[in-house]
């Protein structure tokens, strides 16, 4: 069996398809690449396909992750290399495999590890107004936002999982960019509660995910660079 973590990008008009839409991507597309699946037990057999962060639907991305277990009992030299490229070949327009690694041992899932998201947030609104939110979100000592969790309202603080917030000096059609780190544990901050945490709030125009984070004591690792992980750099080349 080969545990292979995936890399890729999601960009264009496929921003528009939801995680349940791309998930069912990934199936159709490693079944017509005759990649050789391992699949559950019992009445009706899956694909044992682990999937990463939920990326909001309309959103753009350079950083999205799968786990995927591979039988290469019938081949056990099987080409990993090869395997990427036809999945590429096959993958809609707007999804492209930008990076893999070859998982050793029991890894962690995604959604266990990965303890917080950098985004680019593009907002409708103008310098001035962007100015005074990030003095705000940067000088409060809390910000407290309600939220609905099991058909309850729940106050939580989110400031400790705003690890960092700036505005970037390049644009994106002309709007300001604030790129934030949000972290994702015990709970994800989503970047469209955090533009509205504070008044005046902010309105999105284009969200971009540009990496995901894994803390392994002092390392800020990517999810191909984590323990047990064999990164495959000559196949996909620099991130």
């Not at 310098?127 to 309202?153: A, F, H, Q, Y």
Request: charge should be positive; hydrophobic fraction near 35%; proline fraction near 5%.
């Amino acid at each position: 069996m080969i545990h292979l973590r995936i890399r890729s990008s999601k960009a264009g008009k496929v921003r528009f398809a939801s995680h349940r839409d791309i998930a069912k991507v990934w199936e159709r597309t490693l079944r017509i690449s005759n990649v050789p699946m391992i699949y559950s037990q019992g009445f009706s057999p899956r694909p044992k396909i682990a999937y990463g962060l939920a990326l909001p639907t309309g959103s753009e991305s350079d950083c999205e992750y799968i786990d995927i277990q591979i039988d290469n009992s019938e081949n056990e030299f099987l080409n990993v290399e090869e395997v990427c490229a036809s999945l590429n070949e096959n993958l809609p327009i707007g999804i492209k495999i930008n990076g893999v690694s070859i998982m050793e041992g029991k890894v962690p899932s995604l959604q266990q590890t990965v303890t917080s998201c950098i985004w680019d947030i593009a907002v409708n609104e103008d310098n001035t107004t962007v100015d005074s939110w990030l003095d705000t979100i940067n000088t409060s000592s809390e910000i407290v936002i309600v939220r609905e969790r099991k058909g309850k309202k729940v106050v939580d603080d989110i400031k400790p999982l705003v690890h960092s917030v700036r505005k970037k000096v390049k644009k994106e059609d002309g709007r300001v960019v604030v790129e934030a780190e949000l972290g994702t544990q015990p709970r994800s901050l989503r970047p469209s509660e955090f533009l509205r945490s504070v008044e005046p709030s902010l309105t999105e125009y284009k969200l971009r995910r540009r990496k995901q984070i894994v803390e392994e004591g002092a390392k800020r690792l990517d999810p191909l660079e984590v323990a047990g992980a064999t990164r495959m750099r000559t196949l996909i080349g620099a991130s």
